[in-house]
């Protein structure tokens, strides 16, 4: 059975910074993307940055140049990197790790204030 953990959440200043982890267990595929998501008070929830087990990456363009996504294959364990952070970047962030099917961890606040 697949498990997804979400860390590293919190409470953190504008202009701080934190670092997440996921860390995703129990597939005997691996994992061929995994990718950060999240979810504001009131709104959808929104893709934040990917990662193939290749390495490649794509990110949201309202966290180009402050979020750095990264991964260690061999844990099966992804990091987002968050600096500058905005309070508009409040919000509820999901890790999802993709095998055979879409995994989804419980997910984890980030409140960043002003």
């Known amino acids: 059975q697949v498990q997804v953990e979400e860390s590293g959440g919190g409470l953190v200043q504008a202009g701080g910074s934190l670092r997440l982890s996921c860390a995703a267990s129990?597939?005997?595929?691996?994992?061929?993307?995994m990718g950060w998501y999240r979810q504001a008070p009131g709104k959808e929830r929104e893709v934040v940055a990917e990662?193939?087990?290749?390495?490649?990456?794509n990110y949201a363009d309202s966290v180009k140049g402050r979020f750095t996504i990264s991964r260690e294959n061999a844990k099966n364990t992804m990091y987002l990197q968050m600096n500058s952070l905005k309070p508009e970047d409040t919000a509820v962030y999901y890790c999802?790790?993709?095998?055979?099917?879409?995994?989804w961890g419980q997910g984890i606040q980030v409140t960043v204030s002003s």
């Open positions: 129990g597939s005997v595929f691996g994992f061929s993307r």
């Open positions: 990662i193939t087990s290749g390495g490649r990456t």
């Open positions: 999802k790790a993709v095998d055979w099917a879409t995994n």
